[in-house]
């Protein structure tokens, strides 16, 4: 079964500092596909970024970098100069073959940007 | 704004009612999903249709259904609800119906079942 692990609860970031946010998965799938997204206190569900497990380059999407680490099962997300409107929940999801299409979703990663 | 559309935002009901929500994908997407987000189970994928027919099935209670009609618009029905049910229901789409193809997710909607 597939499984992603968030051991994040809450960080905290100064602005204009760079953050990363932990997400480790588990799977049998050899092709997967991984994602990063965003929950502001508004409650809509942003995508950020996405990484292909047989993409040899880190995503990368503007301020938003994928640090992707496949024989370390962890996909981590990488901020870079925070701003205020970053604070946010983040949540690392996976989606494989073998497991139809829907996203296995960790149990996120509370964010609060401060000044 | 991702694109894709659910309605009502907000939906206060009684224990025992049937209510339903609507989703319209994104132009183009064929794929519709529903989740379910709740304190107590976090992210939960409940159904997924393409193209009109089901392509596959999450921890979706009996009590629910849910459809794709031909212009794609999809509808979750949630009957005989519970205090339980009460959570954020969220529509996704996507082009395809393959594992890499990005989920772009509505605003959801938020329904309170006292």
């Known amino acids: 079964a597939q499984k992603i692990t968030q051991t994040q609860p809450g960080m905290f970031v100064q602005e204009k500092e760079a953050v990363t946010l932990d997400c480790t998965y588990d799977?049998?799938?050899?092709?997967?596909?991984l994602f990063w997204y965003k929950q502001p206190s508004s409650g809509e569900m942003i995508f950020l970024i996405y990484?292909?497990?047989?993409?040899?380059q880190n995503a990368t999407e503007g301020r938003y970098s994928l640090n992707f680490q496949k024989a370390r099962k962890s996909a981590n997300l990488v901020i870079s100069a925070s701003q205020l409107g970053d604070s946010a929940m983040y949540f690392c999801?996976?989606?494989?073959?073998?497991?139809?299409?829907?996203?296995?979703f960790g149990t996120g990663t509370r964010l609060q940007v401060f000044p | 704004d991702s694109g894709v559309t659910q309605t009502p935002k907000h939906l206060i009901t009684a224990t025992g009612q049937r209510v339903t929500l609507r989703c319209s994908p994104r132009s183009g997407d064929l794929s519709v999903y529903w989740y379910q987000q709740s304190l107590d189970q976090g992210l939960q994928f409940l159904i997924q249709?393409?193209?009109?027919?089901?392509?596959a099935k999450g921890n979706i209670l009996e009590r629910f259904s849910a459809q794709q009609f031909p212009d794609l618009h999809s509808e979750l029905n949630l009957s005989s609800l519970e205090l339980g049910d009460s959570a954020l229901y969220f529509c996704a789409s996507s082009v395809g119906s393959g594992a890499w193809d990005t989920q772009y997710f509505g605003p959801g909607t938020r329904l309170t079942v006292l």
């Open positions: 999801a996976m989606s494989g073959r073998y497991n139809t299409d829907k996203l296995i």
């Open positions: 249709y393409y193209n009109g027919e089901e392509r």
């Open positions: 799977t049998s799938d050899q092709s997967y596909g």
């Open positions: 990484q292909g497990s047989y993409d040899e």
